[in-house]
């Protein structure tokens, strides 16, 4: 029997963490959340551990405790200056998902003029997505 690495013992929790913000069990994605942090910060891959305080920020969020969710998203944010400029873009996109979700729509925006600035040049696909939902926020 093989056995699963940090790695994919965080992506196996995340998804189950997934499957119940999706179902809106912020209280079962928070525990499993935290494990997945937890193996993603042991695997040192700096983007995995962002967008998994990004999803305990968006939890938090759904339980009520704001205070608590926006030390993750700042959390998130901080640890994206580590990353190269494509993955900081992409966290930042992340950011604004999750802002969307809850419905924080000045956050959305914040986190999608970071992911404009952010994204090289030759990733056009990503900077005409962020131009469009920016364009349907904005007007």
């Known amino acids: 029997m093989k056995v699963l690495s940090e790695l994919e013992r965080g992506i196996l929790h995340e998804n189950i963490a997934v499957i119940h913000r999706d179902n809106g069990n912020p209280k079962l994605m928070v525990r499993e959340m ?4 937890e193996n993603y910060k042991k695997t ?3 983007y995995r551990v962002c967008v998994a305080l990004k999803n305990l920020g968006e939890a938090e969020w ?9 030390r993750f998203f700042r959390e998130s944010d901080l640890l994206s200056e580590r990353l190269d400029q494509s993955k900081r ?3 930042h996109w992340n950011l604004a998902s999750a802002a969307r979700r809850i419905g924080e729509k000045k956050m959305e925006i914040d986190n999608l003029m970071r992911c ?3 994204f ?10 962020v131009d469009k939902r920016l364009s349907e926020l904005m007007y």
């Open 120 to 129: 090289p040049e030759d990733e056009t696909d990503k900077i005409l997505a």
């Open 44 to 46: 040192d891959d700096d």
């Open 89 to 91: 873009a992409g966290v």
């Open 116 to 118: 404009m600035k952010e």
């Open 62 to 70: 759904m339980l009520g405790y704001r205070a608590t969710a926006l």
């Open 34 to 37: 935290k494990t997945a942090t």
